[in-house]
């Protein structure tokens, strides 16, 4: 079945340390995003490549970072993991950036911080 | 900015009730989504909707788009624990993407 996988499901790093998130996506959307989810709270946006074309939130923080070297994968960038950083990260992808276009997203991968 | 508010924030009813979750906004949206997302799970596409007024049917729930596309509704008749989950609505307009609520935490209790 075509999906969103989200590797590794639970990863624990070290306040400083920097951590790598990777999702990968066998429907061949053109469009990837990164969400963060806190406790009981809606995903926040932090960026999505439209193919090849980046788009950072205003608010994301400057030690998130992502690539996506090809339409399949993408991967997040942390690159000193604070305390608050702790949460669930999810890679959605669709086709097309706008309209509603809907989201299909992965299992994510909670981040736990030392 | 376009927002969009979820009510209630909380829900924990019994089951075999019924309940409706709201989604507001001031803005006007081209389509907007429901999503359920489980413990340990990312969101899951329920329903989209498009069109004012608009009133979609998955079973046991009932979407509703609002005539002025600012606001929809989910309506679950005779709720069973299967439903418990966070219920997040997401709209959609221009090229932007999804503008998400914050969600309605459901608990449906045996």
């Known amino acids: 079945d075509a999906m969103v996988i989200q590797n590794p499901r639970y990863q624990v790093t070290q306040f400083g340390k920097p951590v790598t998130l990777s999702c990968s996506q066998t429907?061949?959307?053109?469009?990837m995003y990164w969400y963060q989810q806190k406790s009981s709270q809606a995903p926040k946006l932090l960026f999505h490549y439209y193919d090849k074309d980046f788009n950072n939130e205003a608010d994301t923080p400057d030690n998130f970072q992502s690539r996506r070297p090809n339409t399949s994968f993408c991967f997040l960038d942390i690159r000193s993991p604070g305390l608050g950083d702790a949460a669930m990260y999810l890679c959605?992808?669709?086709?097309?950036?706008?309209?509603?276009?809907?989201?299909?997203f992965g299992d994510g991968t909670r981040l736990s911080i030392l | 900015t376009q927002l969009l508010e979820q009510s209630p924030q909380f829900l924990s009813i019994q089951e075999g009730e019924n309940l409706t979750v709201y989604c507001n906004s001031s803005s006007v949206f081209s389509s907007l989504q429901w999503y359920r997302q489980e413990p340990g799970e990312g969101p899951v596409l329920l329903v989209t909707v498009v069109t004012g007024g608009e009133v979609k049917k998955l079973k046991r729930l009932t979407f509703q788009f609002g005539d002025a596309r600012k606001d929809s509704s989910l309506h679950i008749t005779a709720a069973q624990p299967g439903d418990t989950g966070l219920y997040l609505c997401a709209g959609g307009a221009g090229n932007t993407p999804l503008v998400f609520g914050k969600g309605t935490r459901l608990s449906v209790i045996a």
């Open positions: 959605a992808t669709s086709i097309g950036g706008g309209k509603g276009q809907p989201q299909h």
């Open positions: 429907l061949n959307h053109n469009v």
